[in-house]
């Protein structure tokens, strides 16, 4: 049986009366690339939000890894990396610099993790280039770079692909999916685009108004979409 990195039940969540999450109930197994999928309001970056610690449920429980209490949830969280905002990046400094500014503020030693990320990233080679003059796929790399300084063993992205130009959608992606199999990192991302999660998710959660509409593998997923003519021969 697979490791259970994050299990939700019946999750609520409510904003001024309206229901941002209604009986959410999602689960994510170690190694995945959980792909959460739904038009902007569906409810995505609230559910982040909720297992990041940047919100409270009203009902429903949160499971992450294996712990349930808040107490023991709030330790698990330095074992995740989240991007759902900007960072904060400084336009005047390098991504070395900038990065450099947060490990530092993180407490994290070795000045050497800071290179190490960024060759993970694609970004070592940007040398004295100024973060305002990062196209927006490098901006988003470098976002990614940031969760990675504390080797997380899950990230949670909030639309990291969103905006890009093809060229920035395949920088990221590509990232995303060496992080996953080289370090074992699990990962939930969301996005409305399902054609570009197609290229990276292996499980999908469907959200529409709040609601999870459907929980499936990439592999059902497929073969519940596909249409195809099966012949048989007698000779091949």
Known sequence: MEELILEMKDVTKTYDGIKALDQVSIRIERGE?????????????????LIAGQAKAEEGTINLFGKTSEEEIRR????????????????????TQNLEYFRIQFGIPGKETVTNVLEEVGLAYTGKKKYGQFSLGMKQRLGIALTLLQTPEF?????????????????????????????????LISSHILTEMANIATTYGFLSHGRLLEEITAIDLMNKCSAYLDITVENP
């Open 76 to 95: 698990c969280r330095k074992r995740t990396g989240v991007l759902i905002e900007d960072p904060g990046f400084y336009k005047n400094m390098t991504a």
């Open 155 to 187: 990230l949670i992205l909030d639309e990291p692909i969103n905006g890009l130009d093809p060229a920035g959608i395949i920088e990221v992606r590509q990232t995303l999916l060496d992080i996953n199999k080289k370090r074992n990192t699990t990962i």
């Open 33 to 49: 690339i959980y792909g959460l999928v739904g038009n902007n309001g569906a409810g995505k970056t609230t559910l982040m939000r």
